[in-house]
C-alpha cells in the first residue's frame, strides 16, 4: 500500500475548526425537545449528540451498503440450492418410479438391485399400485 491510507473503521477523525461549517435546519419542537432530553441522559450537549448521530449515520452509509450486496448474494445462492433440491427431488421420484414400474413388469434385476431386501414388500405393496401408466392386464 504505497502512499495509500487504510480507513479505519469506527467514529471519523476530529474535524479542525478550520474545517467546519455552520449548518443550520427546521425540526419540530417536539424533536428538539427529544434531543435534549437524549442529550441530558448522555451527559452532552445536544449539538454534540446531533453531529454524533450525523456521522454514525454516514459511517454507517457504506456497511448497510455492504451488508445489502451480501444479503442479495445470499439470496441468489439460496434459490440456486432451492432449484438444485427441486432437481435432485425430480431425479429421485423419476428413478424410483422406473424401478417400481420395472419391478411391476417383472424385471427381478432391477428390482433386487435396487430394493434389494425390501423386495417382497415392493411387490406385495405394488397391487395397491394404481398410477401406472399401463393397463393392469398388462402388468
Request: charged share 35%.
Amino acid at each position: 500500500m504505497t502512499g495509500e491510507t487504510k480507513k479505519k473503521a469506527g467514529r471519523p477523525p476530529k474535524v479542525k475548526s478550520t474545517d467546519t461549517t455552520e449548518l443550520r435546519i427546521t425540526i419540530p419542537t417536539v424533536t428538539v425537545e427529544y434531543i435534549k432530553q437524549v442529550a441530558a441522559i448522555k451527559g452532552v450537549e445536544p449539538g454534540t449528540l446531533v453531529r454524533q448521530a450525523v456521522e454514525t449515520h454516514v459511517s454507517l452509509g457504506d456497511r448497510l451498503e455492504k451488508i445489502e450486496a451480501d444479503m442479495n448474494e445470499v439470496r441468489g445462492l439460496h434459490s440456486s440450492i432451492l432449484t438444485s433440491l427441486d432437481r435432485i427431488g425430480e431425479f429421485i421420484a423419476r428413478r424410483e418410479r422406473d424401478y417400481r414400474i420395472a419391478l411391476a413388469g417383472g424385471d427381478t434385476d432391477v428390482a433386487d438391485e435396487v430394493f434389494a431386501d425390501d423386495v417382497m414388500d415392493v411387490r406385495r405393496d405394488l397391487s395397491d399400485f394404481e398410477d401406472l401408466p399401463f393397463e393392469e392386464g398388462d402388468r
